[in-house]
């Protein structure tokens, strides 16, 4: 895994956001697997500007997102289809008919990762973007869950609930299901950049990064990719042993 350190959080965003630009200018039809979350929406901006900026088009380029929460229809504004409309998608010219999510109001849901699954075996990802959770989960894949899972349905930890509440009205509110990609899905991308910001994520990272590859730290699989890129800034860093 290649580590990178930055100063902050913007200087953390114009990486990744580099490292995004940079593939689909070399592929204008790249395939694009993205992330919710507070992480990334840095780097949305980024993309968007520059896209205003400079033209880097989107015409061609398809995007599969990680995760989508049960019960929640796209107009929810706190669907991760609305997050990707409102953050990303509208701010750039790629085709909303080549932006995919699972349903988050399919009424089979097998059915539903099965066809989430044969989507992404159809569409290759060039890049995979992810965040990481406190506790090491990455996507919805929470500790324990077998490295070989493909996309499923989860039931959501208390303490993703709990960290997630802060979008919502109340902790009620929050899904207690979502479906996910699986660690074999995302492994399945050419690249990977994974984002970490702030101090509560520095356990995680250090984990992920030193610790054992084992399914109870769900990132530390990425190890196993070769071809992965960690931007951390300097508090989700600090408790590495090694630095850049
Ligand atoms: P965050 O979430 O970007 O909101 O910190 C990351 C994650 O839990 O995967």
Not at 51 to 56: A, P, S, V
Not at 103 to 113: F, H, I, Q, S
Not at 135 to 140: E, L, W
């Amino acid at each position: 895994m290649k580590i990178i350190v930055t100063k902050d959080y913007e200087t953390l965003s114009e990486k990744a956001a580099e490292i995004m630009i940079s593939v689909v200018r070399e592929n204008p039809n790249a395939v694009l697997g993205l992330a919710t979350g507070s992480t990334p929406i840095g780097l949305y901006r980024l993309m968007a500007e520059d896209h205003q900026k400079n033209g880097t088009s989107y015409k061609n380029v398809r995007a599969v997102n990680l995760d989508e929460y049960l019960g929640l229809p796209p107009t929810n504004d706190q669907s991760y289809r609305y997050f990707m409309r409102t953050n990303l998608f509208d701010h750039l010219d790629i085709d909303l008919s080549e932006t995919h999510i699972e349903d988050g109001l399919a009424k089979d849901e097998a059915a539903e990762c099965a066809r989430y699954d044969a989507l992404l075996r159809n569409l290759p990802r060039d890049i995979q973007l992810l965040g990481i959770g406190a506790n090491g989960h990455i996507a919805f894949n929470e500790p324990g869950t077998p490295f070989e899972t493909e996309t499923h349905v989860v039931s959501l930890t208390e303490n993703t609930i709990a960290m997630n509440a802060r979008f919502f009205k109340s902790e009620d509110e929050v899904p207690r299901r979502a479906f996910t990609m699986g660690p074999k899905s995302i492994m399945e991308a050419k690249k990977i950049l994974i984002l970490a910001v702030g101090e509560n994520k520095a356990r995680a990272v250090r984990e992920m990064a030193e610790g054992p590859v084992s399914p109870s730290l769900p990132a530390s699989i990425l190890r196993l990719h070769p071809d992965c890129t960690l931007i951390a800034d300097e508090a989700a860093a600090s408790l590495l042993k090694k630095g850049e």
